[in-house]
């Protein structure tokens, strides 16, 4: 079983400043995958980023960076230059990934509402 | 390319009835999950289809069911509608069955049950 703890349930950030969405995890899988969500008002989900548990690097997309530090089970996305449309809940997610295909649907933390101001 | 579509968008039915409801994936996607989002529970995994195969099933009882047909379109059902079931219902597609794949979300079919 899988558990993804979020525990800011909102945040108040200035434009432009960055911003660090906080996600602990729990897992008994070796190999497992993180990912990060948008979801706007309008509720539609967007994909924000991706780290495999045995990637070496840091995933990095754009203005996106997720923090993976495997030692504490930890995977925090690091936002850089806040904008304004960037307000939305963010929701962590993970599931294991297994090397002979096939996928389990993903756990989801409970969010965080960032909320940018001018 | 077009994204995930979901129909209807919205739905308000009354306790005991039952509801279906669709989910067009990507293009060449072949892999169809389904969620339920509430703001009690958050965002809970129901199934997942792949080649029109129930691969995966959710902690939900049997009133909730699936399938997908051989162009990957999908629907899910929930029969004897409770109050407990209005909710965010979201789809998302992948191009296969690999947990490393990203999943790409519909715009959901928000459920009211009366």
């Known amino acids: 079983a899988q558990k993804i703890t979020q525990t800011q349930p909102g945040m108040f950030v200035q434009e432009k400043e960055a911003v660090t969405l906080d996600c602990t995890y729990d897992?008994?899988?070796?190999?497992?995958?993180l990912f990060w969500y948008k979801q706007p008002s309008s509720g539609e989900m967007i994909f924000l980023i991706y780290?495999?548990?045995?990637?070496?690097q840091n995933a990095t997309e754009g203005r996106y960076s997720l923090n993976f530090q495997k030692a504490r089970k930890s995977a925090n996305l690091v936002i850089s230059a806040s904008q304004l449309g960037d307000s939305a809940m963010y929701f962590c997610?993970?599931?294991?990934?297994?090397?002979?295909?096939?996928?389990?649907?993903?756990?989801f933390g409970k969010g965080t509402h960032l909320i940018i101001q001018p | 390319k077009a994204g995930v579509t979901q129909t209807p968008r919205y739905l308000i039915k009354t306790r005991g009835q039952q509801v279906t409801l669709s989910c067009s994936p990507i293009?060449?996607?072949?892999?169809v999950s389904w969620y339920q989002q509430t703001p009690g529970q958050g965002l809970q995994f129901l199934f997942e289809?792949?080649?029109?195969?129930?691969?995966n099933k959710g902690n939900f009882p049997g009133r909730f069911s699936g399938r997908q047909f051989s162009n990957s379109r999908s629907e899910m059902n929930v029969s004897t509608l409770e109050l407990g079931d209005s909710a965010l219902y979201l789809c998302?597609?992948?191009?296969?069955?690999?947990?490393?794949?990203?999943?790409?979300f519909g715009p959901g079919t928000r459920l009211t049950v009366l």
């Open positions: 998302a597609s992948s191009p296969s069955d690999r947990g490393r794949d990203e999943q790409f």
């Open positions: 897992t008994s899988d070796q190999s497992y995958g």
């Open positions: 780290q495999g548990s045995y990637d070496e």
């Open positions: 997610a993970m599931r294991p990934l297994y090397s002979g295909g096939g996928a389990d649907g993903l756990t």
């Open positions: 293009s060449g996607h072949r892999s």
């Open positions: 289809y792949f080649s029109e195969t129930q691969r």
